[in-house]
């Protein structure tokens, strides 16, 4: 079992700076990778970042490429999401994962199947 706790959710400003944090504990020795998943009102949730636990390889979707960084501290088992220039659009409760399944590095980064363990969401919310 993996349990997974975030934080850094709020109201900001577009234009604005927001860091998620996501703590992982149990049998995270097991993980493989960790990713960020967001679900606005009425949107099916889509994928917004990845990370490799051992060689830290990133991965994001497209609308967030140059604007979201998505980093681990393997020591503290924690992953973080720091965005920047914030969008309205941006706007949505934002859920970390975890994959303990070798489907990870098949490419399946992306894929909400991937990812066997989840934390509780927060809100976060870019005012324009």
């Known amino acids: 079992q993996v349990q997974l706790v975030e934080s850094g959710g709020g109201l900001v400003q577009a234009g604005g700076s927001l860091t998620l944090s996501c703590a992982a504990s149990?049998?995270?020795?097991?993980?493989?990778?960790m990713g960020w998943f967001r679900q606005a009102p009425g949107k099916e949730r889509e994928f917004v970042a990845a990370?490799?636990?051992?060689?830290?390889?990133?991965y994001y979707v497209n609308s967030v490429k140059g604007r979201f960084t998505i980093s681990r501290d393997n020591a503290k088992n924690t992953v973080y999401l720091q965005m920047n220039s914030l969008k309205p659009e941006d706007t949505a409760v934002y859920r970390c994962?975890?994959?303990?399944?070798?489907?990870?590095?098949?490419?399946?980064?992306?894929?909400?199947?991937?990812?066997?363990?989840w934390g509780q969401g927060t809100q976060v919310t870019v005012s324009s």
């Open positions: 990370i490799s636990w051992s060689d830290g390889r990133t």
């Open positions: 149990g049998r995270t020795f097991s993980t493989y990778g």
């Open positions: 994962a975890a994959s303990t399944l070798p489907r990870y590095y098949t490419g399946s980064y992306y894929s909400d199947l991937t990812y066997d363990y």
